[in-house]
């Protein structure tokens, strides 16, 4: 059963009265399109919980518009470069303006693919096997001899993808070396350094966390199935992927997906919500694709599907992110 919207009284810290939480969306990024549409819908899902809201792009009009507005709350609604770099959250935190999400150091750390798998390797996750290729050297050593190395170093298949970006731009599974230097030029066309990692097969589950009074929330896994790549196109169109949520698990690899997410977000110092994409091999053994600081939540993403399939109503669930992020820290 779906949980009822909260009431609709203005939404306040311990004390005092608040502006209006300011939703950014838009960014010239190649995700542009998805942020408008999760920033329309976040920004339905808080006007439904009674909380005034304004939307904005990122443009030059911004800083004189938050200074106008003096507002009580950001929420970057940004996907890609920019938006989740940590780089608009250092302009942010000069402005002086409190935000939903995670701060700019932790941003960029989990930004950068290999050092966030570096981070959660330490931390004891698993996480595929994998190195990283900039085009300037794959170009000067002599691109085949570098690429049958990896073969001979990970083995097939392979998945290459940016070592910066979302979505699924630029990344391509390998089952065949002859795919290999295509999939590298794709790759290179999003971002100067590649990361190659071994493909593990099993079971891909998505698995999102949020901030609350209570402590770091696990909502239920969303699986995904998928005939072809879970490519740009299968994330935010409607048909190409079938998603079960809750995902079929048994109650153990249930609670290995949620400990290892909780985990993960805990690693990488994220704060009021991320999403982490997770491979359960054939020995139910969770591997970490990657986290994702600012998930999407248009109307085909998976946190906002895992929010309902826990019961929550989207009003709900945002508004209480809302309450928590402004609490003040300590």
Same mark, same amino acid.
């Given at each position: 059963m779906?949980?009822?919207?909260?009431?609709?009284?203005?939404?306040?810290?311990?004390?005092?009265?608040?502006?209006?939480?300011?939703? #950014?969306?838009?960014?010239?990024?190649?995700?542009?399109?998805?942020?408008?549409?999760?920033?329309?819908?976040?920004?339905?899902?808080?006007?439904?919980?009674?909380?005034?809201? #304004?939307?904005?792009?990122v443009d030059a009009d911004l800083l004189r518009f938050l200074r106008d507005t003096d507002p009580a709350l950001v929420w970057p609604v940004l996907h890609g470069a920019s938006g989740e770099d940590g780089s608009l959250q250092d302009v942010l935190a000069l402005a002086g303006v409190p935000t939903v999400g995670t701060g700019p150091r932790q941003s960029r750390q989990a930004w950068s693919k290999p050092v966030a798998k570096a981070e959660l390797l330490q931390g004891g996750l698993s996480t595929p096997d994998y190195v990283t290729?900039?085009?300037a050297l794959f170009r000067d050593l002599g691109a085949q001899t570098v690429l049958d190395m990896i073969v001979d170093r990970l083995g097939l298949p392979l998945v290459v993808k940016p070592v910066q970006g979302g979505s699924a731009l630029g990344v391509t599974r390998v089952d065949d070396a002859g795919?290999?230097?295509?999939?590298?030029?794709?790759?290179?066309?999003?971002?100067?350094?590649?990361l190659i990692e071994r493909a593990v097969d099993g079971i891909e589950v998505a698995v999102s966390v949020v901030d609350g009074p209570d402590g770091l929330e696990a909502l239920p896994a969303v699986e995904i199935v998928t005939s072809g790549s879970y490519d740009y196109d299968a994330r935010y169109n409607?048909?190409?992927?079938?998603?079960?949520?809750?995902?079929?698990?048994?109650?153990?690899?249930?609670?290995?997906?949620?400990?290892?997410?909780?985990?993960?977000?805990?690693?990488?110092?994220?704060?009021? #919500?991320?999403?982490?994409?997770?491979?359960?091999?054939?020995?139910?053994?969770?591997?970490?694709?990657?986290?994702?600081v600012s998930p999407g939540l248009?109307?085909?993403?998976?946190?906002?599907?895992?929010?309902?399939a826990a019961g929550y109503s989207l009003s709900a669930l945002y508004r209480r992110i809302v309450e928590h992020a402004l609490v003040p820290a300590g």
């Open positions: 779906t949980a009822p919207a909260s009431d609709a009284s203005p939404v306040t810290p311990s004390s005092g009265t608040v502006g209006p939480v300011v939703i #950014l969306a838009g960014g010239l990024s190649h995700e542009r399109d998805v942020s408008v549409r999760s920033g329309r819908r976040v920004a339905d899902a808080l006007r439904e919980a009674g909380v005034e809201v #304004l939307v904005h792009d290729l900039p085009q795919r290999f230097p295509r999939a590298m030029v794709d790759c290179f066309s999003y971002g100067d350094t590649a409607p048909g190409p992927v079938e998603y079960f949520t809750p995902a079929r698990l048994d109650a153990e690899a249930g609670r290995k997906v949620a400990e290892v997410a909780r985990r993960a977000h805990e690693i990488l110092g994220l704060k009021h #919500l991320s999403r982490t994409d997770i491979i359960l091999d054939a020995d139910g053994t969770p591997h970490v694709l990657e986290v994702n248009t109307e085909t993403s998976l946190l906002p599907q895992a929010a309902e």
